[in-house]
């Protein structure tokens, strides 16, 4: 399953980065706090900026 996730400054709502997001699991079906959860670990992976600052929100499929 695949979401597109923007991640925001806190501060001003600034859009700082996009990720599509693929999260395939037999196990469960990803909710969309999955989605976001990881958008934020990836943007610390790709130092977009520091975790309490950022915040993440996924698009809701068309």
């Not at 001003?12 to 037999?26: A, P, Q, S």
């Not at 990803?30 to 958008?39: C, G, K, L, M």
């Not at 990836?42 to 520091?50: A, C, E, I, Y």
């Amino acid at each position: 399953m695949k979401r597109v996730v923007d991640v925001f400054k806190n501060r001003g709502r600034d859009l700082v980065w996009t990720y599509v997001i693929h999260l395939e699991n037999d196990e469960f079906h990803p909710a969309q706090i999955d989605f976001e959860v990881e958008a934020l670990r990836l943007s610390q992976l790709d130092k977009r900026g520091p975790a309490n600052e950022l915040s993440a929100k996924a698009r809701l499929p068309n």
